[in-house]
Structure formats: C-alpha cells, structure tokens
C-alpha cells in the first residue's frame, strides 16, 4: 500500500508566508541575549527574506519566457 500525500491548498501567498517566518524569527530572535541560539534565528530570518527575494525576481516580468 502506498501512502498518500498530504495535499492542502495554500491560502497565504508564497512571499507572504515568507516574510511572516523572517519576521517571527527576527522577533524571537530580539528575546534573545547573543548566543547561537539568537545567531540561529537571525540566520533564519535572513534566508527567509532572501528567498522572498529571489522569488519575486523569478516573479517579474522580465524574466517570463516569451512564449507566454
């Protein structure tokens, strides 16, 4: 028997969810006296805001293929 894969729709936008978790991160992160705890989390919310960014420049306009 093979397993089936859990399949949900999302509702929050990609970016959205992104900058959400950079956001909770840097947060959490500013409860946090230095260590690598609080590094960790920043090193999170920098990845985060990263990979918002890299996606809305694989978004734009200039990068669509000229089939489209």
């Known amino acids: ?11 929050v ?3 959205q969810r992104l ?4 956001g909770e991160a840097r947060a959490a ?6 260590g690598q705890q ?3 989390l920043l090193r999170k919310a920098k990845q985060a805001e990263t990979a918002a960014q890299m ?7 200039g990068l669509q293929s000229a089939g489209k």
């Open 19 to 22: 900058q959400r978790v950079a």
């Open 55 to 61: 996606n809305e420049w694989l978004s734009s306009p």
């Open 13 to 15: 936008p990609f970016d």
């Open 38 to 40: 609080r590094d960790a």
């Open 1 to 11: 028997m093979t397993a089936k894969r859990n399949r949900r729709k999302q509702t």
């Open 29 to 34: 992160a500013g409860n946090l006296p230095d």
